[in-house]
């Protein structure tokens, strides 16, 4: 739910970004007057710098972007680095798996859905606190009928949040 928050959010600043965006030539203009007058301008609109961000470390789960709008008047820079919670996963898995805690090592795995599918489809269900096998199947079967519970009475929920977040930002627009 918070991504989603999160990508409309970044889609609005790119969108309020490029609406106020004009066209800025810094040139030298020279103006002749009939009267008896030269005017030189000489203005260099200021420049939005996009802020560099530097992740030198091969052994990290993140990466960054950044970027930058400038107008004649706003200037707007920004920064952002993301984790990649898969990479994250696959490292503590391959180290739980290295410190002997072979279960522990498949339970982080489990977390991945894809994960948790090819193990219940291969007969061997992921743990589930601390039991395996045919016991962490029914505690499995358990907690699913809970969660199905819970999502239907969730169910409106997650339209109504995007429903105001597009409303307030059309309204923020205006």
């Not at 260099?44 to 993140?62: G, H, K, Q």
């Not at 950044?66 to 004649?72: G, P, R």
């Not at 016991?135 to 409106?156: M, P, S």
């Amino acid at each position: 739910m918070g991504k989603l928050n999160q990508s409309i959010a970044l889609v609005g600043l790119v969108l309020f970004g490029l609406f106020m965006a004009t066209l800025a030539n810094a040139q030298s203009n020279t103006v002749t007057s009939t009267v008896t007058g030269t005017t030189t301008v000489d203005k260099t609109p200021p420049t939005a710098s996009a802020p560099s961000v530097v992740i030198n470390n091969n052994d990290v789960c993140t990466s960054a972007a950044s970027a930058a709008v400038q107008t004649q008047i706003l200037g707007i820079a920004t920064g952002v680095s993301v984790t990649d919670e898969n990479c994250e996963r696959l490292k503590l898995a391959r180290s739980l798996y290295g410190m002997g805690m072979k279960v522990a090592a498949v339970s982080m795995l489990c977390q991945d859905e894809r994960v948790f599918d090819a193990m219940k489809m291969a007969g061997t269900p992921c743990p589930f606190e601390g039991k395996i096998g045919e016991a962490a199947q029914e505690e499995w079967d358990k907690q699913l009928k809970e969660v199905e519970e819970e999502e239907k009475a969730d169910e409106g929920t997650v339209e109504d949040n995007v429903f105001f977040t597009i409303l307030g930002f059309l309204i923020f627009l205006l």
